[in-house]
């Protein structure tokens, strides 16, 4: 064997242990889309809100009902948005797994939705006991620290960057804590403007030399 | 000294080294799992891996989900410091001819 395949059978070492245990294809355009996602969904949020403050001003007295209201528009539009940035996200990041001709659903991607989804669950479990005792507050602050927690927990079994932003989203969580009631600029920065930094940075960082070298 | 002493013959096959590749950053594989990454066969697999298995390279475990066949495999002691041995003999021949 020459030196030359030797240092082709490292290579091969090397990119065998890392394709077993990590998924790599997440693309950071998910995480792009995702932010979008999210901003129109605050955007949205916001305009509600404040008409809801504008009747309540105009009537001058607190309407149950109109708050019930609000309150369950603002559930679906979250489970809305959710749903819209996860389906932008498995598109993505199955078309990158497609044009490296990588499985999409195997033992790597299985592990990583599994380490994610325990303690997003969690936390989905936690923010649907605070809406049902009235703690609405602290409904922003809980989704963030959890979802953080998710990302650092799911951060081992795919690209390592995703650490970093579990880290961020949980501190911005906690944050969130101490400035109760500014929920939704929280949620917008954290779900919003941080998955477009992070997907940009991503996708600068491994997906420009992999379309350069597919020339498309 | 002989420069390719410390390579370990049991490692000339790709799909061997493939095998130990991942099983030493994985816990635990099961036969399909080992073959979707490696693109191989059946009988190709089962067979590199039965060599594996009679040098003490790696553990069977033989089990069920449900009815269907449940193999997995783990790497050993014995097969990690195996590895590790060849991975830094190829190392060491890189670094000696440059």
């Known amino acids: 064997m020459t030196d030359q395949q030797h240092l082709q059978t490292l290579t091969d070492i090397k990119r065998i242990m890392e394709r077993s245990s990590r998924f790599i294809s997440l693309s950071g355009l998910s995480g792009v889309s995702a932010g979008i996602c999210a901003l129109v969904g605050a955007w949205l949020a916001r305009t509600w809100l404040t008409a809801y403050y504008d009747r309540w001003d105009a009537s001058g007295i607190y309407d149950m009902a109109d708050f019930a209201e609000l309150k369950l528009r603002l559930i679906a539009l979250a489970l809305a948005v959710m749903v819209a940035a996860v389906g932008g996200g498995i598109f993505f990041t199955w078309r990158r797994a497609r044009r490296n001709n990588l499985p999409v659903w195997d033992v790597t991607s299985r592990k990583v939705l599994m380490n994610v989804c325990i303690p997003l669950a969690a936390g989905g479990a936690f923010a649907a006991g605070l809406l049902y005792n009235h703690f609405e507050t602290l409904v922003a602050p809980t989704c963030l620290v959890f979802y953080g927690l998710a990302l650092i927990n799911g951060s081992k079994y795919t690209l390592p960057d995703v650490r970093y932003l579990g880290l961020l989203e949980t501190i911005l969580g906690i944050a969130n804590l101490f400035f109760l009631r500014k929920g939704l600029y929280f949620w917008a920065v954290g779900f919003g403007v941080l998955h477009i930094v992070y997907g940009i940075l991503m996708w600068w960082k491994y997906e420009r030399k992999e379309r350069e070298a597919f020339n498309i | ?98």
Request: no cysteine; charged share 20%; proline share 1%.
């Open chain 2, 1 to 98: 000294m002989n420069p390719i002493g410390n390579l370990n013959k049991i490692f000339e096959s790709r799909i061997r080294l493939g095998v130990m590749s991942v099983l030493m950053v994985n816990d635990e594989v099961n036969f399909n799992d080992l073959k979707q990454m490696l693109e191989v066969t059946d009988g190709n697999l089962a067979s590199h891996l039965n060599t594996l298995e009679e040098n003490g390279y790696i553990k069977v475990y033989k089990g069920f989900i449900g009815r269907k066949t449940n193999t997995t495999y783990s790497i050993t002691a014995t097969g990690e410091k195996a590895f590790k041995g060849h991975l830094a003999a190829l190392e060491h021949m890189i670094k000696f001819t440059k």
